[in-house]
């Protein structure tokens, strides 16, 4: 499960990260692709910006992972190996433990999780895309992203599990449930783009990626226009 949340965060943060980044290209170089202040819109400045959670990806995840065995242990880790459970008691064990991760992991946030210490950006236009991710990170909208992403590849989870219990007794014994939700994202994560897809296409990933990109951050929009000479 741990694995499982971690590829979430990922695919949502790169959408959000490159709704942001989009909107700025395409303010920055115009409808036909041309430079509004006559040079392109940087390379550098792309890979700055998309590198700011670099830190989820190399210890992160990792981090995830520790935080989901803590919860699992906390929550199954004293259930006998020789106790049988059916399907649906099952699958309402894996929500129990996911929703125990999500609320230790509640307490880090999502902004400390996903970009790690503060991001010391040298180009003012990093830094304002990395102040506007850091916003998207704090608000509801990422939040129910998230959770909506996480029920999408929690039914793939389920799915599998689901397979692990055909011809059985109607119910498994608990250490034989363990290897199958331990292998379970080994079948979902066999396809990264079908994953990476299935993520992506939860309304609410899709509404909140559609409103970063067409809602320029607060302090763009309130920003008065340049008074003509006269």
Excluded at 23 to 31: A, D, Q, S, V, W
Excluded at 142 to 156: K, N, S, T, W
Aim: charged share 15%.
């Amino acid at each position: 499960l741990g694995s499982m949340w971690g590829a979430v965060l990922l695919a949502v943060l790169a959408r959000v990260q490159l709704s942001i980044l989009g909107r700025h290209m395409y303010l920055h170089e115009g409808p036909k692709g041309r430079a509004a202040e006559g040079r392109a819109f940087e390379a550098g400045v792309q890979q700055q910006f998309l590198g700011c959670t670099e830190t989820f990806g190399q210890q992160g995840v990792r981090l995830v992972v520790e935080v989901m065995q803590g919860a699992a242990k906390n929550t199954i880790g004293s259930i006998p190996l020789d106790r049988s459970f059916r399907l649906s008691e099952t699958i309402g064990i894996l929500a129990f433990v996911s929703s125990t991760f999500e609320a230790d992991v509640s307490a880090l946030g999502w902004r400390a999780l996903l970009m790690g210490m503060p991001v010391a950006a040298e180009d003012p236009l990093v830094k304002v895309m990395v102040q506007e991710l850091e916003r998207v990170l704090a608000s509801p909208g990422f939040d129910a992203a998230v959770r909506a992403a996480v029920r999408r590849a929690a039914e793939g989870v389920s799915g599998f599990v689901l397979e692990g219990f055909h011809g059985s007794p109607g119910a498994l014994p608990f250490a034989k449930i363990v290897p199958l939700v331990s292998k379970a994202p080994q079948g979902i994560f066999s396809d990264p783009q079908a994953f990476v897809s299935m993520v992506g296409s939860t309304p609410e990933v899709d509404f909140l990626c559609a409103d970063v990109y067409s809602t320029p951050p607060p302090a763009a929009a309130a920003e008065p226009p340049v008074a003509a000479a006269s």
